[in-house]
């Protein structure tokens, strides 16, 4: 139709020509993680709440399934899941919970450790009452809710390329083709990425994400350098 050939003329003259098949959205997800996940499915909650006309949103995963790719263990709060699901009763939620009903801090030296009482530490990092969870069992059990919400999830789908109109505005993202060797020569079972194109399109992939470090250049959002830590679980 008219709007797919005026992107495609303009990807003709700015980046070579594309024929990869174009699915629409209204908003497209990349990253199948908590923050995805939560981000696709509170979208619906809110369409449903305000009554307004309905939204199609879509997911896209690299792994090949929601949660491959998320080995992390975390401590969740409670409130912030039954806010999400505030229908949803936390012991019927299929994935493993266990409660917190005691920790100790230590500092620690070479030769000695020294215990640190509660009353000395900030409340943020107490976690006596939060849940221990596997993030990969529970984003499991969120690709299921958001299915039956009408989010549409494309897992082993990896976004490589951030689309743009000819205004440089972000239009949707490319996934990577399949099927190509270490040369970059198509094999027999070649399949060709797709456009998804998105009214909105939302990078929810990591701080590390491809497509996220691309727009922390383009914008200088790296001002402020990552620091990391060590820890032991």
Same mark, same amino acid.
């Given at each position: 139709? @008219?709007?797919?050939?005026?992107?495609? $003329?303009?990807?003709?003259?700015?980046?070579?020509?594309?024929?990869?098949?174009? &699915?629409?959205?209204?908003?497209?997800?990349?990253? %199948?993680?908590?923050?995805?996940?939560?981000?696709?499915?509170?979208?619906? @909650?809110?369409?449903?709440?305000?009554?307004?006309?309905?939204?199609?949103?879509?997911?896209?995963? +690299?792994?090949?399934?929601?949660?491959?790719?998320?080995?992390? %263990?975390?401590?969740?709060?409670?409130?912030?899941? $039954?806010?999400?699901?505030?229908?949803?009763?936390? /012991?019927? /939620?299929?994935?493993? !919970? &266990?409660?917190? *009903?005691? *920790?100790?801090?230590?500092?620690?030296?070479?030769?000695?450790?020294?215990?640190?009482?509660?009353?000395?530490?900030? !409340?943020?990092?107490?976690?006596?009452?939060? =849940?221990?969870?596997?993030?990969? *069992?529970?984003?499991? =059990?969120?690709?299921?809710?958001?299915?039956?919400?009408?989010?549409? &999830?494309?897992?082993?789908?990896?976004?490589?390329?951030?689309?743009?109109?000819?205004?440089?505005?972000?239009?949707?993202?490319?996934?990577?083709?399949?099927?190509?060797?270490?040369?970059? @020569?198509? +094999?027999? /079972? #070649?399949?060709?990425?797709?456009?998804?194109? /998105? !009214?909105?399109?939302?990078?929810?992939?990591?701080?590390?994400?491809?497509?996220?470090?691309?727009?922390?250049?383009? #914008?200088?959002?790296? !001002?402020?350098? @990552?620091? #990391?830590?060590?820890?032991?679980?």
């Amino acid at each position: 139709h @008219q709007t797919r050939g005026v992107f495609t $003329k303009f990807l003709a003259q700015g980046r070579g020509f594309s024929t990869k098949e174009a &699915i629409e959205y209204d908003v497209a997800i990349v990253g %199948g993680g908590p923050s995805g996940l939560a981000t696709a499915i509170r979208l619906k @909650q809110l369409v449903k709440e305000t009554k307004r006309k309905e939204l199609t949103v879509c997911i896209l995963e +690299k792994g090949s399934a929601i949660g491959s790719h998320i080995i992390s %263990g975390c401590m969740l709060e409670p409130d912030s899941f $039954k806010e999400l699901f505030p229908n949803i009763d936390p /012991a019927k /939620a299929n994935f493993q !919970k &266990i409660p917190v *009903e005691e *920790e100790s801090l230590y500092m620690l030296s070479p030769n000695h450790s020294i215990s640190i009482p509660h009353c000395l530490q900030k !409340k943020n990092i107490l976690n006596v009452g939060n =849940w221990m969870v596997s993030l990969g *069992e529970m984003c499991k =059990w969120m690709s299921k809710e958001a299915e039956e919400a009408g989010i549409e &999830i494309f897992s082993g789908f990896p976004a490589v390329e951030l689309l743009r109109d000819p205004s440089n505005r972000v239009v949707g993202v490319g996934t990577k083709n399949r099927g190509v060797d270490k040369k970059g @020569q198509k +094999k027999k /079972a #070649y399949e060709e990425g797709v456009e998804i194109r /998105a !009214k909105v399109t939302v990078l929810a992939e990591g701080a590390r994400g491809s497509l996220t470090k691309q727009i922390f250049e383009e #914008y200088g959002l790296t !001002k402020n350098p @990552q620091r #990391y830590t060590l820890g032991l679980k």
